[in-house]
């Protein structure tokens, strides 16, 4: 069964605006991973935050961690045209074996 | 340039004859891992690997085989492709720690049809 669930399926904002994708989990973790995928390629990192970190930021994003819920957010800031993509958040329970949900398709809108 | 190489990108072929997806990474990695990717189920890990001659099983290994001789090569065997193989595959790595995850580097897929 898939460990991360992602919430909205898919989202549509003007530039400009800011984005916020959640991920839902169902088993204790090690850490979550977000990654982007752009159309027809690979993933790709974004940033990662240990089970007992609260909240990151990288550049533009800002994720934060409740493992009391079992729930991650993913916001981006000040979308751009170029953030159009699908989001995904990877779990994994022995460092090993990796569930990743089924993604948000982001589009901006320029 | 640091990456994760996979061939072929596209292949269709018919039910029962034996492919090779190929891996290569450039980075030194200890940990690479096969996923494949269908819509509205994510990514499901197939097989991963911890190093040379050390793999294991994810979520969905059934029908795919892999070996590790060699730290940057980790292919993907499909003994008798059938169509419910039809997917996009992605194949990854990254640095391992014991107690301590890294971000996976992801090759570009292999988009593969069986008939």
């Known amino acids: 069964s898939q460990q991360g669930e992602e919430d909205p399926q898919a989202l549509s904002i003007q530039e400009g605006e800011n984005a916020t994708m959640n991920c839902s989990y169902k088993?204790?973790?090690?850490?979550l991973q977000w990654y982007r995928q752009n159309s027809g390629r690979g993933l790709v990192h974004l940033i990662l935050?240990?089970?007992?970190?609260r909240e990151k930021h990288s550049g533009r994003l800002r994720v934060t961690l409740d493992t009391s819920k079992k729930s991650s957010s993913l916001l981006i800031t000040a979308s751009r045209a170029a953030d159009t993509a699908s989001y995904f958040c990877?779990?994994?329970?022995?460092?090993?074996?990796?569930?990743f949900g089924s993604g948000t398709k982001l589009n901006v809108k320029p | 340039e640091a990456q994760v190489t996979q061939n072929p990108r596209y292949l269709i072929t018919v039910t029962g004859k034996k492919l090779t997806v190929t891996c290569s990474q450039n980075?030194?990695?200890?940990?690479m891992s096969w996923y494949r990717q269908d819509p509205g189920l994510g990514l499901r890990q197939i097989y991963y690997?911890?190093?040379?001659?050390?793999?294991d099983k994810g979520d969905v290994p059934e029908g795919y085989k892999v070996s590790r001789k060699e730290k940057r090569n980790f292919p993907l065997i499909l003994e008798s492709p059938s169509p419910n193989q039809t997917s996009l595959y992605f194949c990854a790595s990254s640095i391992k720690k014991t107690d301590k995850n890294q971000p996976q580097h992801f090759g570009d897929g292999t988009r593969l049809s069986i008939l």
């Open positions: 690997s911890m190093n040379v001659e050390a793999t």
């Open positions: 088993t204790s973790i090690n850490n």
């Open positions: 980075m030194n990695h200890e940990y």
């Open positions: 990877a779990t994994d329970r022995n460092f090993n074996k990796f569930y």
């Open positions: 935050i240990r089970s007992n970190e």
